[in-house]
């Protein structure tokens, strides 16, 4: 009989921590909607005591999902354990996931602290954590990198305090497979308590092994896995969902476990997160890439048109691929709009959001006569900026670009209510559009990345495009989607430029597991 294996996903706060992948409020409510939807079965929402901002958002997730544990990671300190407290306290089941390191590099010169010290904080951070909640987690960061005795000892006194799952992170992805499942074996066998708690694993995916040695650990007796949506994280990213749990589901004559994860939304969240952080998916991505059930080669072809199962080992629509599918066009009503959002698992909040995204689907069919599916996501993905923070708005825009001259660009825009006027010169319309922009806003943001992306088929197809700024400390991404793909550069940039002036910050933790 198979074993439950929990699958914990990160994507709202080790993913968010890639450059630039900084979420709104309400970008992180779509975001967990759409993973309480696929049946993860924790959430970790945030690190509560990074920003009010953070803190804001965990609690307002914490209130609306009620089918998955949510969780804030919290440093061994009282104050961060009882920002994330206060923060999952609304959730039907909450979770606090506290960390400090314990590798020796990490003690003696990020904590300056010795290994007793160590301990005693470990211990006085589950006792604190254990006022607000009997479901806690304790991470040993940078586990990787530390001495098997330590960790038997650290986690043998933080399970008799009361922790109920115990996470051994791989923290800058150093180690290999076989390996990482020794180190697993060994502090299982060890801990004398180890029976008490459910082990989990956090894999980093700097040598490319986050997912080989997540599943290593699991053959090793780990029964939770740590993920992101697209492996998204920091550096080079984290355990991806997707394969984690295709793997395990595909290869059950090998895995003694299974999830209960509803693998027909994994294509549908992978895309919603790679819109909202701007992190587009390689196309030769495993599970989600636009290539992961393409075949090009004539004997693959030959082979799949006999017996699907010559060159597939998964079926694409069990992990949510389907065909573009023409839903609405011009003559559609708001209802049948709205349901066909609430098919596709978009919420909106309130008529007046409804009756703003409806107006944008009506001035898009106008342009375009096939709406798809994808259309209507990136439709949506523009009000990822709420009004009261929409500082910056495009009115009116004129581009000029011509064989033999300067392409030019004229724009107005309200800025704080107030109209203003700009125009620039440029190498390319999009860049005399920017400029102009900057003409007025003077923002002085670096312009890290600019991608542009057809949503769709055909020549009318929208273009979505992202653009990356950066100030000071702050990195945000701005995206935009249009069929003119000078307007929707422009709609990215202004975007970009909203987060900047938003008020929010996110402070970065001093600390990672």
Known sequence: MKQPLVIFDTTLRDGEQSPGASMTKEEKLRVARQLERMRVDVIEAGFAAASPGDFDAIYSIAQIIKDATVCSLARANENDIRRAGEAIKPAK?????????????????????????????????VGWARQYTDNIEFSAEDAGRSEIDFLCRIFEQVIKAGATTINVPDTVGYNIPDQFAETLRQVIERVPNSDKVVWSVHCHNDLGLAVANSLAAVMAGARQVECTINGLGERAGNASLEEVVMAVRTRADIFPVETRIDTTQIVPAS???????????????????????????????????????????????????????????????????????????????????????????KELAD??????????????????????????????????????????????????????????????????????????????????????????????????????????????????????????????????????????EKVKAQGDV
């Open 93 to 125: 089941s909450g979770r606090i996931h506290t960390f400090i390191a314990t590798s020796p590099i990490h003690m003696e010169m990020k904590l300056r602290m010795t290994p007793d010290q160590v301990v005693e904080q470990a211990v006085k951070a």
């Open 271 to 361: 895309k919603l997160v790679s819109q909202i952080t701007g992190y587009p998916v390689q196309p030769n991505k495993a599970i989600v890439g636009a290539n992961a059930f393409a075949h090009e080669s004539g004997i693959h072809q030959d082979g799949v048109l006999k017996h699907r199962e010559t060159y597939e080992i998964m079926r694409a629509q069990d992990v949510g691929w389907s065909q573009n599918k023409l839903v609405l066009g011009k003559h559609s009503g708001r209802n049948a709009f709205k349901t066909r959002l609430q098919e596709l698992g978009i919420e909106l909040e309130g008529d007046e959001a409804l009756n703003a995204a409806f107006t944008r689907f």
């Open 367 to 504: 342009k375009k006569h096939e709406i798809f599916d994808e259309d209507l996501h990136a439709l949506v993905s523009e009000e990822v900026v709420t009004p009261d923070h929409e500082h910056y708005k495009l009115v009116y825009s004129r581009v000029c670009s011509e064989t033999g001259e300067t392409p030019s660009a004229q724009v107005t825009l309200t800025v704080g209510g107030v109209e203003h006027k700009g125009e620039a010169e440029g190498s390319g319309p999009v860049d005399a559009t920017f400029r102009a922009i900057e003409s007025v806003a003077g923002s002085g943001a670096e312009l890290l990345l600019y991608s542009v992306n057809a949503i769709t088929t055909g020549t009318d197809a929208q273009g979505e495009v992202t653009t990356r700024l950066s100030k000071g400390e702050r990195i945000v991404n701005g995206n935009g989607a249009d069929t003119d793909i000078v307007i929707a550069s422009a709609k990215s940039y202004l975007n970009a430029l909203n987060k900047l002036y938003s008020s929010l």
